[in-house]
């Protein structure tokens, strides 16, 4: 009797547990879960944030917190508010903020510290990316990827903490996958649904798997079915890639981490917008609007689709505009939480009509291996300064130092007003040699 092929989710799970685990791993993922955690603690301190909150505490009686799944939801969707946490750049999609806080939520509840946490964190990193990476440029113009691809990662981690067998994880990723939701509708208006989208993915995969332990079966072919994610939602899916190269590195390492508060897509121009600054002021000169005539970006379709937005009107749809970034990036010593508030939105707007963003080559063609981009500067003067990157600063070609990354660490604690930041940051990276969760911020 001839056994049927496994199905595509059933070989992802194993895939994935039969990758190897080094401390370099480890201690690569440390790393991420304070990027991500940070993250968490900081998203509280903003008005979306805020009305999490509320309805957290609303959703509570007393000293009891919310199950693991709602839990889940909260921190995940703070994870992703100030547009500071990680991306990778063949999927698309945001692994950290789908995949850490159910994880640590799971992880607290359960007294799973060290390697397990931190491997579970690999296993949903893994699982989000594979999908992320065949669902076809067409789902990403209408579906938001973190979205729909996060409940995989969400349940792989879930899995992993959980104690699921393979078959039990195959259940968990097919129910997970059966909630795969979230439209960019949300950019017309900037509404906070982005966030939304982070928390629904984090919460479907708790939830699916921690029904799978009970029993709760789901579709095996979920990814590749006649009635399955790739035929509802991914036109020009590329199935073959979910299982690609399974003896590369893991995904989490090859994961771009934010060193600025905006979409990804914007900074590889800010990147460029800010050498051009410092090109100048090495000549003495600080640039100003009234020395600039013209700005060009060379940038690929994605970028455009997402953050065309010459005149944005609140913090967040600066966060999705290439004309402010890269104004922000040309006129501002930092581009911090600052300069996308109110005051730097009405500074930049003489500088913001002068950036033109176009579709160019080499950047079309290398999208998504690469996120590049170029700015050209026009001076009244008549002098064009440009500038090219290839990648943008954090990703993986053009890391950030660990130092670098404890340093935004601190700087997000600081905005989350957390008493003592280096305790928790060391506590974080500990898990890398067994060490325990420490506990949250009060509030969270």
């Known amino acids: 009797m ?8 059933r070989s992802l799970v194993s895939l994935i547990r039969s990758k190897p685990v080094t401390a370099a791993d480890l201690s690569a993922a440390a790393l991420f879960v304070l990027d991500a955690i940070t993250n968490t603690c900081a998203g509280q301190n903003s ?24 839990r889940a939801f909260l921190l995940s969707a703070l994870t992703h508010i100030l547009e500071t946490d990680d991306l990778h750049r063949g999927s698309v999609v945001h692994p950290g903020c789908v995949v850490v806080p159910p994880a640590w939520v799971l992880a607290a509840k359960h007294g799973i510290t060290g390697r397990a946490f ?41 899995a992993a903490l959980l104690g699921l067998d393979d078959e039990q994880t195959t259940h968990a990723l097919g129910n997970a996958g059966s909630q795969a939701a979230g439209f960019w509708e ?16 984090a919460e479907a995969g708790v939830r699916a798997a921690e029904l799978a332990k009970h029993g709760f079966t789901g579709p095996p072919k979920i990814l590749e079915g006649d009635k399955g994610f790739f035929k509802a939602a991914c036109p020009d899916a590329n199935p073959s890639a979910v299982l690609a190269d399974a003896d ?71 966060k999705f505009s290439l004309h402010h970034t890269v104004a922000a990036g040309l006129l501002c010593d930092q581009v911090d939480f600052a300069a996308f508030g109110e005051k730097a939105r009405a500074d930049l707007q003489s500088v913001r009509a002068k950036v033109c963003p176009s579709l160019q080559e080499p950047y079309a063609a290398a999208y998504p291996r690469a996120w590049g981009s170029s700015v050209t500067v026009t001076l009244k003067s008549g002098e064009t300064i440009e500038e090219t990157r290839t990648h943008a600063k954090g990703d993986p070609e053009a890391a950030l130092s660990r130092e670098e990354m ?27 040699d067994g060490g325990e969760l420490p506990a949250l911020p009060d509030g969270l």
Request: charged share 20%; hydrophobic share 40%.
């Open 406 to 432: 404890i340093d935004k660490a601190t700087m997000l604690l600081n905005h989350a007003r957390l008493p003592e930041p280096v305790r928790f940051i060391d506590a974080v990276l500990a898990l890398a």
């Open 47 to 70: 008005e979306p944030g805020q009305a999490l909150l509320a309805w957290s505490g609303s959703e509570s009686t007393g000293n009891i917190q919310p199950d693991t799944g709602k």
């Open 186 to 201: 949300f950019l017309e208006t900037g509404a906070m649904t982005k966030h939304l989208h982070a928390g629904h993915a």
């Open 248 to 318: 590369a590195p893991w995904q989490l390492t090859n994961t771009s981490i934010k060193p600025w508060p905006s979409c990804r897509h914007t900074h590889p121009a800010i990147d460029a917008a800010q050498a051009i600054r410092a090109k100048l002021k090495t000549r003495g000169q600080t640039l100003s609007d009234d020395m600039i005539e013209a700005v060009d970006i060379g940038v690929y379709q994605a970028s455009i689709d997402v953050c065309d937005r010459v005149d944005p009107l609140t913090e967040y749809e600066a």
């Open 118 to 158: 931190l491997t579970s964190v690999l296993h949903g990193f893994e699982a989000t990316t594979r999908v992320g990476m065949a669902v076809g440029a067409e789902h990403y113009r209408i579906w938001h990827n973190t979205a729909t691809c996060g409940p995989f990662g969400s349940a792989m981690a879930a």
């Open 2 to 9: 001839i056994r049927p092929a496994p199905s595509l989710t």
